[in-house]
């Protein structure tokens, strides 16, 4: 009998500490995730910005269209997602708080960044 009262003790405390675990990595998870997606954001938006720049600088004007840089080699593939609005580039798509709160990038609506050229929508 009291090899089961040991063996109910010790599944309980193991059942605790998955729980405990699971809940404090829930938030290192969800963190880093915003991170690692701004991380991704950013790196996607350098790497066509360069792939433009290299256009221009070769070509003598600037590209087009996102295609155009593709079409000559400069970029392997556009990121899905991105676009060409006028003379910036821009990813459309809903981006998540945690990615604006890992680079602080401002909320839109605030008052005090409606100047500001990049604001995550609040």
């Known amino acids: 009998m009291f090899s089961f009262v040991i063996a109910i003790v010790s599944i309980v405390l193991v059942v605790l500490l998955s729980a405990a675990t699971v809940n404090y990595a829930g938030d290192v998870f ?4 915003g991170r690692s ?3 991704r954001l950013a790196n996607e938006a350098q790497q066509i910005s360069a792939a433009l720049e290299l256009y221009k600088v070769d070509n ?3 590209a087009p269209s996102l295609q155009h840089p593709v079409d000559a080699n ?9 676009q060409a609005i006028s003379t910036y ?3 459309p ?3 998540s708080d945690d990615a604006c709160l890992a680079f602080s990038i401002p ?7 409606r100047d500001v050229p990049v604001c995550c929508r609040g």
């Not at 400069?74 to 991105?82: R, V």
């Not at 909320?107 to 960044?113: A, I, K, L, V, W």
Request: hydrophobic share 30%; charged share 15%; proline share 12%.
């Open 74 to 82: 400069y970029l392997k593939q556009i990121p899905p997602g991105w």
């Open 89 to 91: 580039i821009q990813h």
């Open 107 to 113: 909320s839109c609506p605030d008052p005090n960044y």
């Open 93 to 95: 798509g809903a981006i």
């Open 30 to 33: 969800g963190e880093n995730a």
């Open 37 to 39: 997606e701004a991380t």
């Open 60 to 62: 003598q004007r600037l």
